[in-house]
């Protein structure tokens, strides 16, 4: 089983910058596709970011693309998400998630992740 816990969440004013990390736990953490995803109040979870197994790949939702970089530190078995020039409407319940199956899936758009988070709140104020 994996254990995922998220922390590094928080308020910060727009414009800002936060990193948000995720600690990975259980099984093999480079045997994993790590991602990111976010929930605002009354809205569905979306996609925000995605990284393959050795780090040397990424995806991004168009809404963060330029403004927010996923990486991972495969000895520390974490998985970070750098948020820079925050926006109000990037406020949301962020969630890391952890999939086995296929990078080509996640780029193709197909998000099938097992394994999810509890989640860490962001705030973004204007």
């Known amino acids: 089983q994996v254990q995922l816990v998220e922390s590094g969440g928080g308020l910060v004013q727009a414009g800002g910058s936060l990193r948000l990390s995720c600690a990975h736990s259980g099984r093999t953490f480079s045997n994993y596709v790590m991602g990111w995803f976010r929930q605002a109040p009354g809205k569905e979870r979306e996609f925000v970011a995605a990284?393959?197994?050795?780090?040397?790949?990424?995806h991004y939702a168009d809404s963060v693309k330029g403004r927010f970089t996923i990486s991972r530190d495969n000895a520390k078995n974490t998985v970070y998400l750098q948020m820079n020039g925050v926006k109000p409407e990037d406020t949301a319940v962020y969630y890391c998630?952890?999939?086995?199956?296929?990078?080509?899936?996640?780029?193709?758009?197909?998000?099938?992740?097992?394994?999810w988070g509890q989640g860490t709140q962001v705030t973004v104020s204007s």
């Open positions: 998630a952890a999939e086995s199956t296929s990078w080509r899936a996640v780029l193709s758009g197909k998000y099938d992740f097992d394994y």
């Open positions: 990284i393959n197994r050795s780090g040397d790949s990424t």
